[in-house]
């Protein structure tokens, strides 16, 4: 469990969506339904204040940090993420925030959440034929207006 062990390789000493906050909707915001114990209410707020703090970045992009040195600096050249977002993930975290924020209510939740919905039907959505994107560059080119896909323009289950 050392985060700085070796067998981490290019992960060592990193953070992401997935290690900080996908394990809230993947079982933790069930583990806390099914036996209501205060640990795992304070987990869940624990995470999402993290999420909160740290994930925002639109100063430069309408799209959450999604990758993180140990020092919570972004990581923008880690393997095929680079400086690129993942639409869905900015959408499971304004969908979680405000589950979250039914079990502590908080500004901060609505705040971001509503940010990001706000956002992510202009950048991340098909206006044309329905649908959320899958990955987008996070930055914007010379003269580009709209965020260039990086594989693809199909959608995936989000």
């Avoid at 993290?50 to 990581?75: A, G, H, L, Q």
């Avoid at 589950?99 to 956002?119: G, H, T």
Wanted: contains cysteine; negative net charge.
């Amino acid at each position: 469990m050392d985060p700085l062990n070796e067998s981490l390789a290019r992960n060592q000493g990193t953070k992401n969506w997935n290690s900080v906050g996908d394990h809230a909707p993947t079982y933790l915001i069930n583990l806390w339904l099914a036996t209501e114990k205060p640990e795992y209410a304070d987990m869940l707020e624990y995470t999402f204040d993290t999420i909160e703090k740290r994930f925002p970045d639109y100063e430069n992009c309408p799209f959450v940090n999604e990758k993180f040195f140990e020092d919570w600096s972004p990581d923008q050249t880690w393997g095929w993420q680079q400086n690129r977002a993942v639409v869905g993930h900015n959408m499971k975290i304004a969908w979680n925030l405000m589950r979250m924020n039914s079990l502590k209510p908080k500004d901060s939740y609505v705040n971001l959440a509503k940010k990001i919905a706000d956002v992510m039907p202009a950048m991340g959505s098909d206006k044309q034929r329905g649908g959320w994107f899958d990955v987008v560059e996070r930055a914007l080119g010379e003269g580009e207006e709209i965020h260039r896909f990086v594989w693809h323009d199909r959608k995936v289950w989000w």
